[in-house]
């Protein structure tokens, strides 16, 4: 007959003071094995749950902390008298969720702000977006499409005056921003506005300088 696994021992449980971090490999618990023929017989639900439990732990080492957070908990809400193997459930829920939430690493350069906008854009938060893109523009001033970005942010809240200022920017850093903005959804709150039609409507400026086009890999409408 197959071995099944030995009930978890308490004493190979380690502290969450010494549990890894994101770049190392989680420590697993040495497997579960079956009692000794003269001890107490398990119930079917216990190696039911062990398997889940093991599936969580491999989760674990894939570094997919959502699905093994799912896993781990899935044991706790459908083996409640499994009280043993709740302990080490416990010690790596606690690893998956101290992973979960740490925050991601901010965006440092000007196109992982301008793609972390692009993001925002998409996800309905433009105050974020335009969070971003200041930073863009503090740091490059004639960045046309940071500025027209910020356009569409600022006018899917409804500031119109701003809308309007950063689109009339762009606009006169890169004329293909005047066709774009004719035909963009994201400006419709500024259709009925007199300056905007005015701003689509402007001919070139004389002094548009050329926009490298290697400084516009990203754009609003292309995450969506």
Known sequence: MAKQPRPPSRSSVRPTK??????????????VREPANNGPQRRST???????????????QRHDYVQAK???????????EEKELHERVRLYLNVCER????????????????????????GGQYDQAIAHLRLVRDEDPDNDHA?????????????????V???????ALNPENRGLA????????LHDDEAFRTALEAPPSSAIRQIDPKRRPFRAKSAR
């Open 18 to 31: 010494d549990l890894p971090s994101p770049v190392t490999r989680t420590p697993l618990a040495p497997p």
């Open 46 to 60: 216990y190696f039911e749950a062990v398997a889940i439990y093991e599936r969580g732990l491999e989760a674990i």
């Open 70 to 80: 799912e896993l781990l908990e899935s044991v706790l809400r459908q083996y409640p």
């Open 99 to 122: 992973q979960i939430v740490q925050p991601a690493a901010a965006p440092q350069s000007v196109d992982e702000r301008l793609y972390a906008a692009t993001l925002a854009i998409n």
């Open 147 to 163: 500025l027209y970005m910020l356009a569409v942010a600022h006018a899917q809240r409804d500031e119109l005056a701003e809308a």
């Open 165 to 171: 200022a950063h689109l009339e920017r762009a606009i």
């Open 182 to 189: 004719r035909t963009d959804p994201d400006l419709e709150p």
